[in-house]
Nanobody, 115 residues
Framework: QVQLVESGGGLVQPGGSLRLSCAAS????????MAWYRQAPGKQRELVAV???????NYADSVKGRFTISRDNANNTAYMQKNSMKPEDTAVYYC?????????WGQGTRVTVST
């Protein structure tokens, strides 16, 4: 089974940028649909962006034009580039891999947008 490890979180000022990475443990990464979710304090986990195994992409309205999801199947890694960040982007970000009944989560990486 694929295991996921996120990295790249941290503290960033409003208007700044971060890139999150999600490294998968197995080379069958390419057949999974990959997504990023986030959970802000006191709120439910929400979908931020998804990229299918075929490369089709969708974003939450709140991040369209600011965030970019991508994947590198050769290196078993998914990414999310986050630009023009806002305080409301503060959350724990989780990587998710789905294929059929398999639904795998990473441990999360914390992102704080603040002065």
């Amino acid at each position: 089974q694929v295991q996921l490890v996120e990295s790249g979180g941290g503290l960033v000022q409003p208007g700044g940028s971060l890139r999150l990475s999600c490294a998968a443990s197995r080379s069958i990464f390419s057949i999974y649909n990959m997504a990023w979710y986030r959970q802000a304090p006191g709120k439910q986990r929400e979908l931020v962006a998804v990229i299918s195994s075929g490369g089709r992409i969708n974003y939450a309205d709140s991040v369209k034009g600011r965030f970019t999801i991508s994947r590198d199947n050769a290196n078993n890694t998914a990414y999310m580039q986050k630009n023009s960040m806002k305080p409301e982007d503060t959350a724990v970000y989780y990587c998710n891999a789905v294929r059929g009944v398999l639904n795998i989560w990473g441990q999360g990486t914390r992102v704080t947008v603040s002065t």
